[in-house]
């Protein structure tokens, strides 16, 4: 097994040490555009190996060579937004880096899983997926993992409970047109609408939706990398040890949910083929009317981008 990261911030880094430690490649390679980071990160978590004992050769490089067969990889490369950019020019700016990357990656691996972790989360995702010309159970994106982890997260602490007993189905898309479908969202299999009143769920629910910012604000620089590392590892993990896990990811719909073609995150099964299946569940018609919402804005924004391949 052979694990690229592609990118070596934040996400990327942190997601990368976190692989390393599970064992789950004998290869890892980490790649960024800037000289020197990858190299001098990766051999810092090489040399970890001794005192976490593991024996994965972590490689940093600059250079897409190194990543030939690469069973998964994970992208993370990408640019926050700078003043005076508007939300569109950092669209194209992403779109462009993650096409470039995603043109890399085929020249040197015939059939890799990719996980797309960049952002606007689904819109780079779409763009992955059109650049490789992999099918698409192969190109998943990142997002509701985390945000069901945050939901989780806050669920267990207002309840004092242990995380393991939470569980929380996020839909939709990234931020604010995320779908947190409360009637799903159990402690040890009891629906959290008899344990929590309406009104604070309501306000979890919010937090949850904002979970991005609240920690930007904190960080006043950068955005969060541990839960997101975390949960794209999560994903990496299903595939490896084809867990059949089952994970609300973005994945291209087919006519579920009454949207084709579009990158969504909905609960799908992840397996060592990728996305396995993927479940159409009974949503109240406003949550249907949220997804679709949320997929015409990733159509929309898709429709923006056409030209880059033109
Ligand atoms: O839920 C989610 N999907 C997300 C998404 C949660 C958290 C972060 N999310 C997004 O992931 C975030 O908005 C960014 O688009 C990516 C990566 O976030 P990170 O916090 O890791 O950003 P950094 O630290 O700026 O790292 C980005 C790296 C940096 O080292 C750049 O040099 C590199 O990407 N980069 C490139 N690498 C390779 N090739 C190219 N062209 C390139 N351009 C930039």
Same mark, same amino acid.
């Given at each position: 097994?052979?694990?690229?990261?592609?990118?070596?911030?934040?996400?990327?880094?942190?997601?990368?040490?976190?692989?390393?430690?599970?064992?789950?490649?004998?290869?890892?390679?980490?790649?960024?555009?800037?000289?020197?980071?990858?190299?001098?990160?990766?051999?810092?978590?090489?040399?970890?190996?001794? /005192?976490?004992?593991?024996?994965?050769?972590?490689?940093?490089?600059?250079?897409?060579?190194?990543?030939?067969?690469?069973?998964?990889?994970?992208?993370?490369?990408?640019?926050?937004?700078? !003043?005076?950019?508007?939300?569109?020019?950092?669209?194209? *700016?992403?779109?462009?880096?993650?096409?470039?990357?995603?043109?890399?990656?085929?020249?040197?691996?015939?059939?890799?899983?990719?996980?797309?972790?960049?952002?606007?989360?689904?819109?780079?995702?779409?763009?992955?997926?059109?650049?490789?010309?992999?099918?698409?159970?192969?190109?998943?994106?990142?997002?509701? /993992?985390?945000?069901?982890?945050?939901?989780?997260?806050?669920?267990?602490?207002?309840?004092?409970?242990?995380?393991?007993?939470?569980?929380?189905?996020?839909?939709?898309?990234?931020?604010?047109?995320?779908? !947190?479908?409360?009637?799903?969202?159990?402690?040890?299999?009891? !629906?959290?609408?008899?344990?929590?009143?309406?009104?604070?769920?309501?306000?979890?629910?919010?937090?949850?939706?904002?979970?991005?910012?609240?920690?930007?604000?904190?960080?006043?620089?950068?955005?969060?990398?541990?839960?997101?590392?975390?949960?794209?590892? @999560?994903?990496?993990?299903?595939?490896?040890?084809?867990?059949?896990?089952?994970?609300?990811?973005?994945?291209?719909?087919?006519?579920?949910?009454?949207?084709?073609?579009?990158? /969504?995150? /909905?609960?799908?099964?992840?397996?060592?083929?990728?996305?396995?299946?993927?479940?159409?569940?009974?949503?109240?018609?406003?949550?249907?009317?949220?997804?679709?919402?949320?997929?015409?804005?990733?159509? @929309?924004?898709?429709?923006?981008? *056409?030209?880059?391949?033109?």
């Amino acid at each position: 097994m052979k694990i690229t990261v592609i990118g070596a911030g934040n996400v990327g880094a942190t997601a990368a040490f976190r692989l390393a430690e599970k064992q789950f490649a004998k290869e890892l390679v980490l790649l960024d555009v800037v000289e020197g980071i990858p190299q001098g990160k990766g051999l810092d978590m090489y040399e970890t190996g001794p /005192v976490g004992l593991f024996d994965t050769r972590i490689k940093g490089s600059n250079d897409y060579a190194d990543t030939a067969d690469s069973d998964i990889v994970i992208i993370t490369a990408g640019l926050p937004r700078k !003043p005076g950019m508007t939300r569109e020019d950092l669209l194209m *700016k992403n779109a462009g880096i993650v096409k470039e990357v995603t043109e890399n990656i085929m020249k040197h691996s015939k059939n890799p899983i990719i996980v797309v972790v960049s952002n606007p989360l689904d819109i780079m995702t779409w763009v992955a997926w059109k650049q490789s010309g992999l099918p698409k159970e192969r190109v998943i994106g990142m997002a509701g /993992v985390l945000d069901a982890a945050r939901f989780r997260s806050f669920i267990a602490m207002e309840l004092d409970v242990s995380m393991q007993d939470v569980n929380a189905c996020v839909l939709g898309g990234h931020g604010d047109a995320m779908v !947190p479908v409360v009637q799903y969202t159990t402690v040890a299999g009891i !629906p959290i609408s008899d344990l929590i009143p309406a009104d604070r769920i309501a306000e979890l629910v919010e937090r949850t939706r904002n979970g991005g910012a609240e920690i930007v604000n904190y960080l006043k620089q950068g955005s969060a990398f541990y839960a997101p590392a975390a949960s794209a590892v @999560e994903m990496v993990e299903a595939i490896v040890l084809d867990r059949k896990r089952v994970l609300p990811c973005a994945v291209s719909l087919d006519g579920q949910y009454g949207i084709d073609g579009t990158f /969504v995150g /909905v609960p799908v099964k992840l397996g060592k083929n990728g996305v396995e299946q993927v479940y159409e569940i009974k949503l109240a018609a406003s949550d249907i009317e949220a997804l679709q919402k949320s997929a015409a804005i990733v159509d @929309e924004n898709c429709d923006l981008l *056409k030209s880059i391949f033109a």
